[in-house]
């Protein structure tokens, strides 16, 4: 059985760290756009509560999902809030890989977030 990921975003998008963790496996690789990629729950539970302190916000909509195997492709619209109060919309794309026990052993985040980060222009 697959995690539900409807709810893992959800817990994403609250800033829920160990909610989402609960959906990976031990032996994870999780990539954001194009930083290195972490191994392990351990560095990507820091990774995520480093990024997590860099936002305000986020919500993710989905805008598309495809199940093939044991590989789920996912498609959004993110709005990203800045600690200055400035929401920023990206698209992203998501490729999870399944385990055998239904979590998530292989996370790649394909987006730009230089937008995000980018200073504020009036």
Not at 26 to 54: C, H, I, L, W
Not at 79 to 95: K, L, N
């Amino acid at each position: 059985m697959r995690c539900n990921i409807e709810a893992m975003f959800t817990d994403i998008d609250a800033k829920n760290v160990q909610g989402f963790l609960s959906n990976l496996a031990d032996n994870v690789v999780f990539q954001f756009a194009n930083a290195t990629p972490m191994k392990g729950k351990r560095e990507v539970e820091q990774g995520v509560t480093d990024f997590y302190a860099s936002i305000a916000g986020l919500n993710h909509e989905m805008t598309g999902k495809w199940e093939i195997d044991e590989t789920t492709v996912l498609r959004f619209r993110t709005v990203y809030t800045r600690h200055d109060g400035g929401a920023i919309e990206v698209p992203c794309s998501v490729i999870l890989h399944h385990a055998e026990d239904g979590r998530i052993d292989d996370y790649r985040i394909y987006t730009d977030l230089s937008p995000v980060f980018a200073p504020q222009t009036h």
